[in-house]
């Protein structure tokens, strides 16, 4: 501190600064930085001297004072205004033909280093060095290149160093410098074949000089470029490994994300990466953290120790995480199936908390990834839902059908929402959709019951001649015949489709089909014809859960109503038949169907509740009237899609009627719910019954 004491002298502080010139500044302030010092207010008074004699400096006083400054992390004000940085940057951009190429490139590494972005100096730089690269050394270049990367003044320097670089050969540079230039290219989005395919070869040849630095800088550039270089990656993967203690912290990161980007998903190195990431949790930023498990959430293999380790250090800092590192976390444990309620609940509130609104398009991801984890917080599905509504420009068809997907999943029937999205997805919109995107569609609005005619139409005109998964197949069908969306020739054309990949059905979609083309009374000889479904629903019997089991009974009861040749073997079809009538007998009664009934009895007409027929059914209650019996069927809210029935309703109805051949009505909750009095409800029972009073 003997520097600032002398400063501060007011009898002698004149003198000081006479005696100071730009030398020993320098010298000062390189000193003190090689020491590691930190010290603001000693930094602040050699800016102070440095500034009334600025103009008196040479070029290399300027590069060594601001490489200097750089290196301790200092940029001292001037006034209110400006810093020293400011200052240099005005008089070096006058003397600039004056600079070597080793004062240009200290210079702006300077500048790079502390991330304080000059106004003119980086074009003016690069201007003047236009025509000199051929006298700068190979690690000069490097640096110079390094350090215009961060804030680019143009593309033409870049071209201008790449033709340089390449004609000298990439022999003249160092396995750091060769790291350093591909760090630096991708860092402005250069992806110019010929300088790649030289910085590769230098790369493969120069590989066993590798240390962490090297390896993290070069896979992350070619994923950033987007090169995927089966024998680069290999190499630096065999580097990496061997030198797993080396990488930093952010090398790690870089390391994983760059590897998971491009496809290469070594367990040996990514088994690495986690054993050492795991012992350091703690020293991670929180983007490095970020990237981590971004990285970890592209792979196959499950890293279980790695995630717990970080949902319990994002747990303990979750305020200090960006709001976008956060989205991307919670979407990423959600990709891997790594679901912790607390940590996602926790999550929720910070996001909720925050009360902001950057990274529109994320919101839809963090829907997804809680529809995808089963867990709907209220606050956090308002938040979302309210700002969507109000800003339903960000909507597009890269998210409509995942939003619709997400918030059907949550239970959110948020109708005004709902029919917003219907409205983005006109004819025009659904031709950008892809088959995943329309099955996903037609799911969500069948889940979350809003049968929107017109948006179903055009899903079919839209999924004819499509190719789908067996699930997208499964969920389509099942959507459109759960709405009561019954377009033949929808099903009709999905039928050649279903028989195509009927080995890749799951039992569920099996299940499903059969109901949907049940439902939809569609008899697909193409599917249905040749015993092909019923072998292959004989293959899973043991796998079917009990709605399965009771949607294979509706189908096959229809089957055989129709006459069909093929059917569910004896024992098969009893085993449906009897979990559905179990199902049935579990039926609670209703506040509803019991007032009824009640008025029925009060009637005289002594219903009989809940009576199985032959086909399966239980009917809510029968009663006998001039010898004929007649079903009567008391259905809530559940049964309807709006007002009209939904697939499973006039399922029901059709095969009672037409199987069971009894007579059925129905009852509708709106109606019923408008009756005040005892005699209004009488009334009721006697028009629908078609009793004479």
Request: hydrophobic residues 40%; contains cysteine.
């Amino acid at each position: 501190m003997e520097f600032i004491d002398r400063r501060e002298r007011e009898d002698t502080g004149k003198q000081d600064l006479e005696e100071l010139d730009a030398i020993t500044l320098c010298q000062l302030a390189n000193s003190f930085a090689k020491s590691g010092c930190k010290d603001k207010e000693l930094f602040q008074c050699i800016s102070d001297c440095a500034i009334p004699i600025l103009a008196e400096f040479e070029p290399r006083n300027f590069s060594n004072l601001a490489h200097s400054f750089a290196s301790a992390g200092m940029n001292p004000k001037c006034d209110m205004t400006t810093t020293l940085f400011d200052e240099i940057e005005n008089q070096c951009i006058r003397k600039l033909s004056l600079f070597t190429p080793q004062n240009i490139a200290n210079l702006v590494w300077a500048y790079a280093t502390l991330d304080y972005q000059p106004d003119g100096l980086f074009h003016a730089i690069a201007l003047e060095a236009n025509g000199r690269l051929g006298e700068y050394s190979p690690q000069h270049l490097c640096n110079f290149a390094w350090g215009l990367s961060k804030y680019p003044p143009s593309t033409e320097i870049f071209d201008k160093i790449a033709m340089e670089v390449v004609a000298r050969g990439f022999d003249s540079f160092t396995p750091q410098g060769v790291a350093t230039l591909a760090h630096s290219f991708a860092a402005v989005g250069y992806k110019e074949s010929y300088f790649w395919d030289g910085i590769e070869k230098a790369a493969i040849q120069k590989s066993s000089q590798f240390g962490g630095i090297e390896c993290a800088r070069l896979s992350h550039s070619f994923a950033t470029v987007g090169r995927s270089s089966s024998e680069l990656f290999e190499v630096i993967k065999r580097e990496s490994i061997g030198n797993i203690g080396m990488f930093t912290l952010q090398g790690l990161s870089n390391l994983a994300w760059s590897f998971s980007l491009m496809g290469h998903h070594s367990k040996d190195l990514f088994h690495a990466i986690a054993e050492q990431s795991t012992s350091r949790i703690k020293e991670f930023k929180t983007q490095e953290l970020t990237m981590l498990v971004l990285a970890y959430s592209r792979l196959d293999h499950s890293y279980r120790k790695l995630f717990d380790h970080a949902v319990t250090e994002t747990l303990s800092r979750l305020d200090q995480f960006p709001l976008l590192d956060l989205f991307n976390i919670v979407i990423s444990f959600a990709k891997v199936g790594h679901i912790d309620e607390k940590w996602m609940l926790a999550v929720a509130d910070e996001i909720v908390r925050r009360n902001s609104y950057e990274h529109e398009k994320m919101h839809t991801g963090v829907l997804w990834a809680y529809a995808t984890a089963g867990i709907s917080p209220p606050k956090l599905v308002h938040f979302i839902t309210s700002y969507l509504m109000r800003n339903m420009s960000i909507i597009d068809s890269d998210n409509t059908a995942s939003l619709a997907w997400s918030l059907a999943s949550l239970g959110c029937n948020h109708k005004p929402l709902f029919d917003a999205l219907a409205q983005v997805s006109n004819t025009n919109e659904l031709r950008k959709f892809n088959s995943q995107q329309l099955a996903n569609m037609a799911w969500a609005y069948a889940t979350a019951r809003y049968a929107n005619n017109i948006l179903f139409d055009n899903i079919a005109n839209e999924a004819r001649g499509r190719s789908f998964s067996s699930q997208g197949m499964s969920n389509l069908l099942w959507a459109f015949a759960s709405t009561g969306n019954l377009n033949e020739e929808l099903f009709t054309s999905m039928a050649f489709l279903v028989r195509k990949s009927i080995d890749s059905f799951n039992c569920q979609a099996l299940s499903n089909v059969a109901w949907a083309y049940t439902v939809a009374n569609v008899d697909a000889e193409c599917l249905f014809g040749d015993g092909l479904y019923v072998n292959k629903c004989i293959e899973k019997m043991d796998e079917f859960d009990s709605e399965g089991l009771c949607q294979l009974h509706q189908w096959n009861v229809w089957r055989r109503n129709i006459g069909a040749t093929y059917v569910l073997p004896q024992s098969f079809a009893q085993h449906c038949q009897n979990t559905l009538a179990e199902k049935s007998a579990e039926k609670n009664i209703s506040k509803l169907q019991s007032d009824v009934v009640s008025k029925l009895t009060a009637m005289g007409l002594a219903p009989h509740e809940e009576v199985h027929t032959k086909s399966g059914y239980s009917v809510d209650a029968i009663v006998e009237i001039n010898s004929e019996k007649i079903g009567i069927e008391v259905d809530g809210p559940c049964h309807f899609i709006g007002r009209d029935p939904d697939g499973a309703m006039m399922l029901k109805q059709r095969q009672i009627t037409t199987i069971d051949m009894l007579q059925l009505i129905s009852i509708p909750y709106w109606e019923w719910n408008e009756l005040k009095t005892h005699e209004d409800k009488h009334q009721y029972l006697r028009s629908k019954l078609q009793i004479n009073t």
